[in-house]
């Protein structure tokens, strides 16, 4: 094997992911991997996995603690077998992994492998050591909440595989109280054990390295820390690697560590504090941890109460994505849910139906407001607050619509409740602030499934509440479903806005930047011209499926769900490949999707063949070019100015909005007469293609 290796070792939670997705980028002739003998849920690289480890080790060996890292440091420890056949089993283990790769670099990120640091340079001659510490407070507090190791998602023991214990390595003093610790104070004695396993290999070794989490990803100079790494990392007496390092990668969030079971250090117990000090402390203090005087007066407080886990607390790291969804829908759904109550409504106060319709209209066009103002607050206070605090409007608002006694007042409110639209903007900025440009643009993808899914059904579900219950019970629904999302939104929507501005006046002077950035501009006209497609099939296609075709109402209502059935396709697309592929690549793709389809719909209905298929199949293919090309060109909007995410996506939302109206407008008004299908299809296809110049314009722009 010819192969520079370099091994990434930690006891996990540490950070040892983020290198495996961007090593591979920064340095030259570079192949990075985490956890490689690891199943996933995916099964194509499960194949791959089981052609270099074979079935035994990636399942039942690795339940056992025979193989895999964490198996050979268990037996390495314990002292179940020699060094010598554990140095043999490490490089047949991974040997045929590496003669696979193509690269001559290798950097492997894996916590277990602390067990093995010291035999590591005996399997593989040459090879660099990095060791990776972390604060043991926040250590143990993100094993806690993760579940992983001694808790509710420890697969290893679930499957009564073993973990490592005391009196395995003959520590006599904890082995006779470790049936009866909790996975907090076992969680202790682990960090202690591989702070100074890792020490060791680090003496011992000098072609090892130590460095501390925090002086990586959290310190001021992380960026000069993490230079150093790379320099030692890229040095080999054969060859120096060249390296190109972003620091700005070093402000996304390395992982969550969400605290549903156990807070941050401040909210432990005296007796918590003092039994990680006293396993801890001494190594706590050599890498500077430990000298806050919060930390020495908690240790000082008098408290004999056993150690326990705290109660839940308001989230502190990145959201599950499921809660994105949840709140996007609901910020969607509001829009049109009561749209079939409006005669209703008409009916109750006593008004003209398009007096009643300014609740939706008058909606539509304050959220194109809000979410102007609401992307900037957002960068200026914080993703969490904006969004907590416009779900508590929303709710108000929602109670007031229900005990509304005259129009001016129902209006009044249904306007406030367009402050949900900060779930739309700013979840786009969450995501945008938790990954990588072309991830965010996957993450999209699905998101935009659900901005699908909800206008189809929600007035379906309006309805039925109004039949049965009358149109008071749809805002009834509002209001209890803000409730739901405010409370998932507290426990679970930790800050992801990392870079807030420091005063409104710092903030607006560097709008410029966004203003004048033709890329943000190219994405934003992208997104908004194809949107565009859709609201002129909405303006247009009810008209043409009645004077055209003769529809009935209950198929003009299938045939104008078509062109969002065609998105949802490709949104799903979009969320399997956007990461694989350039931003620009899946824009253009669905732009010449949905040209290709109207020009071929237009050109066959101007030759006189007008038939359901021609117009309503052209759609779907409009639909379905939209979903490829809206996430990548969202996440595109969101990337120009990461600084700015917010107000980036207020302003590209907002531009969507009012464009779509227009578009719908103009289509309403120019649909008609003999032509009608053709005209359709010509203003869907005239949209369609200034959003495909945009995209071409972005493309040339990045070259």
Request: net charge positive.
């Amino acid at each position: 094997m010819n192969k520079d290796l370099v091994f990434i070792v930690s006891g996990g939670r540490t950070g040892t992911a983020f290198f495996a997705n961007h090593m591979g980028t920064v340095v030259e002739d570079c192949i990075a991997v985490h956890d490689p003998d690891t199943v996933v849920a995916n099964w194509r690289s499960n194949w791959h996995k089981m052609r270099s480890f074979g079935v035994y080790n990636l399942s039942l060996g690795r339940l056992l603690g025979r193989t895999g890292a964490r198996g050979l440091s268990l037996r390495h420890l314990s002292g179940s077998s020699s060094a010598d056949r554990l140095v043999t089993e490490i490089r047949r283990h991974r040997e045929r992994f590496y003669d696979r790769l193509e690269a001559p670099l290798v950097v492997e990120s894996h916590g277990p492998w602390y067990g093995v640091a010291d035999l590591l340079p005996r399997a593989f001659p040459g090879c660099k050591i990095i060791g990776l510490l972390r604060d043991p407070r926040d250590w143990v507090l993100s094993w806690v909440n993760h579940g992983g190791r001694y808790g509710d998602r420890d697969m290893a023991r679930r499957f009564g595989g073993r973990r490592l214990e005391p009196a395995m390595i003959g520590d006599g003093e904890w082995a006779g109280r470790w049936p009866k610790m909790t996975p907090f104070e076992k969680l202790c004695w682990e960090w202690r054990l591989q702070c100074r396993l890792l020490a060791r290999a680090a003496e011992k070794n000098p072609q090892a390295r130590l460095f501390t989490f925090e002086s990586l990803f959290v310190a001021e100079d992380r960026a000069d820390t993490v230079r150093r790494m790379l320099d030692f990392l890229t040095d080999f007496p054969h060859r120096r690697y060249a390296y190109s390092f972003d620091p700005t990668v070093l402000d996304r969030p390395v992982h969550g560590s969400k605290h549903r079971l156990m807070g941050p250090w401040p909210s432990w117990s005296p007796d918590q504090a003092r039994f990680l000090d006293g396993l801890c402390g001494e190594a706590m203090v050599e890498y500077g941890y430990g000298g806050e005087p919060e930390w020495r007066s908690l240790l000082e407080k008098k408290d004999h109460a056993r150690a326990r886990v705290p109660m839940p607390l308001p989230a502190t790291s990145p959201p599950r994505f499921a809660t994105l969804i949840l709140l996007s829908g609901l910020s969607i759904l509001t829009l049109n849910m009561f749209v079939p109550s409006l005669t209703s409504i008409a009916r109750h106060f006593s008004v003209d139906y398009a007096v009643v319709n300014l609740s939706v209209a008058g909606y539509a066009a304050m959220t194109a407001l809000l979410q102007l103002v609401m992307g900037p607050l957002s960068d200026r206070f914080g993703r969490r607050p904006v969004i907590l605090a416009g779900l508590v409007l929303f709710v108000l608002a929602s109670l007031g619509c229900v005990l509304a006694d005259d129009i001016g007042t129902f209006l009044f409110f249904r306007l406030l409740q367009a402050a949900i639209a900060s779930g739309h903007a700013v979840s786009m900025a969450v995501i945008r602030d938790t990954a990588p440009t072309q991830k965010a643009a996957s993450l999209m993808g699905y998101l935009a499934m659900a901005w699908a899914v909800a206008p189809m059904l929600g007035p379906l579900f309006g309805g039925t509440l109004d039949e049965f219950f009358g149109w008071r019970a749809n805002f009834w629904a509002f209001l209890v479903f803000g409730l739901a999302v405010f409370a998932l939104c507290w426990i679970d929507l930790g800050e992801t806005n990392q870079q807030k501005s420091e005063t409104f006046a710092k903030q607006f002077r560097e709008y410029p930047e966004l203003l004048r950035a033709r890329r943000f501009w190219g994405y934003a006209l992208c997104s908004a011209f194809s949107i565009g497609t859709f609201f002129a099939y909405l303006g247009g296609a009810p008209l043409v499926a009645t004077q055209v075709f003769q529809m009935s109402p209950a198929m003009v209502g299938v045939t104008v769900g078509i062109i969002t059935a065609g998105f949802m396709t490709g949104s799903f697309l979009s969320g399997r490949f956007a990461a694989r592929h350039r931003l620009t690549t899946m824009m253009i793709t669905g732009r010449l999707v949905a040209c290709v389809g109207l020009s071929a719909g237009l050109a066959l209905t101007l030759v006189g063949v007008v038939n359901e298929a021609t117009v309503f199949g052209a759609a779907l293919l409009a639909g379905l070019g939209n979903g490829l090309t809206n996430p990548s060109s969202h996440a595109g909007a969101l990337s120009v100015r990461p600084r700015l995410a917010g107000s980036a996506a207020g302003l590209s939302s907002a531009l969507i909005v009012a464009l779509g109206a227009a578009v719908s407008g103009l289509t309403g008004t120019v649909v008609g007469g003999a032509h009608a299908a053709s005209v359709l299809l010509a203003v869907m296809l005239a949209s369609a293609l200034i959003g495909l110049a945009a995209a071409l314009a972005v493309r040339r722009l990045e070259r």
